[in-house]
């Protein structure tokens, strides 16, 4: 058979066995369970306004001008009018109204059962301070209307030397989500690979195997297999998410805007899948045990954590940070941060079309570098083979 035909055998063999198991089925299912319920909860949540007020009396003239204040601090009010003061009361009481202004207008008085919530207070201590202002305005002969026109035209004027990128808030919760599966798949699937090499290390069927297959046909088959699931995984979990999102209303970014995220994302764990798996599939060739599999393999672990806490970390905060940019484009760290920073959006074309091109042209080298270890340490049962001398054996 030619080369890549056993290639095929091998990776085939992994499709079928890990598509079949119990563990991806539930691991599968649970996590699309909690992508569609975690966007009905975002979409009950998001479905009614920050507080309900009442406005009885003379404050009703304050409706427009309390919602002005609430969208100064990024809160949504709900307004009703109370014709009866003692009925308004009784709904706040029984939780209808969130709290009820009384008295005439001139300043503010709110009622409320207990306590009054911090967003709201600091509406209401917003609206106070305009009216205070407008009354000195109209004491001092002017017009509070033209004030306000002036205060609110008086703006700075920023001459920025390169146009800022506009992030949108939920483009940054997307990053987020991509960061999180990124990490998750390659440090799943990528342990599914070492795992595999030593099971059949320590099993003895490798010897088997290797007397009619090469030995980097079978590590090659081995990650291709695994990688393919995790493909298919990815790919559903991203559809699903994004189909979600996109029919319950959570996601208003535009549809192209999603579904290359979700391109993205696959792009990135194929590359990081890859690279990674190439070195874990390595490093377990030098042990014969699975309790030893952990030692072994996390120093190239710490890169998929680092890159990962680092995006977490620093983007949401800051999307333009220069020490995530750089790094995004080194290939240990870019199977992390680059898909969190494309999802969030701002990345220049060079930098992502750089960051792939680095990772592409590393896979040829880890392979060449990872299948002479893998052929000089697989069939080494017993102690550790270190990693010196499978390289010159």
Do not use: C
Request: hydrophobic letters at 50%; zero cysteines.
């Amino acid at each position: 058979m030619k080369a890549w035909s056993v290639v095929g055998l091998v990776a085939g063999r992994e499709v079928r066995t890990r598509l079949r198991s119990k563990a991806f089925i539930i691991t599968t299912v649970a996590t699309l369970v909690m992508l569609v319920g975690f966007a009905l909860v975002m979409k009950l949540a998001s479905g009614g306004s920050d507080s309900t007020v009442g406005l009885t009396g003379g404050s009703t003239s304050l409706s427009a001008p309390l919602k002005v204040a609430a969208e100064s601090v990024g809160q949504s009010i709900e307004t009703r009018e109370i014709h009866d003061e003692p009925a308004g009361r009784r709904q706040v009481d029984d939780g209808t109204l969130d709290a009820l202004l009384v008295g005439d207008g001139s300043n503010i008085v709110v009622v409320v059962k207990k306590d009054i919530d911090d967003t709201l207070r600091g509406t209401l201590n917003v609206l106070a301070g305009q009216m205070a202002l407008n009354q000195q305005v109209v004491d001092l002969g002017g017009d509070p209307a033209k004030v306000a026109d002036a205060v609110a035209g008086a703006k700075a004027e920023v001459r920025p030397l390169e146009p800022p990128f506009d992030y949108n808030g939920q483009q940054l919760v997307l990053g987020m989500i991509a960061g999180v599966l990124i990490y998750m798949s390659l440090l799943v699937n990528g342990q599914f690979v070492a795992q595999g090499v030593v099971e059949e290390k320590s099993s003895r069927v490798v010897e088997l195997l290797l007397a009619t297959i090469q030995p980097w046909q079978l590590m090659a088959g081995k990650v291709l297999g695994i990688g393919v699931v995790g493909l298919i995984q990815m790919v559903m979990i991203g559809g699903v998410g994004v189909v979600a999102g996109l029919g319950l209303g959570v996601l208003t970014i535009s549809v192209g805007s999603a579904v290359g995220t979700v391109v993205w994302l696959v792009a990135w764990f194929l590359l990081g899948f890859f690279a990674y798996s190439l070195v874990f599939a390595a490093l377990a060739a030098l042990v014969s045990r699975q309790e030893d599999v952990g030692g072994v393999i996390t120093p190239p672990l710490m890169f998929v954590i680092l890159g990962y806490v680092l995006g977490i970390s620093i983007l949401p905060n800051d999307p333009g940070n220069k020490l995530a940019e750089t790094l995004s484009i080194v290939p240990l760290f870019a199977p992390t941060l680059m898909p969190m920073r494309l999802a969030m959006g701002g990345v220049p074309v060079w930098q992502a079309a750089l960051s792939v091109a680095l990772v592409v042209a590393l896979i040829p080298a880890l392979v060449w570098l990872s299948g002479r270890v893998y052929r000089n340490a697989v069939m080494r049962s017993g102690g550790k083979v270190r990693l010196r001398d499978a390289l010159r054996m």
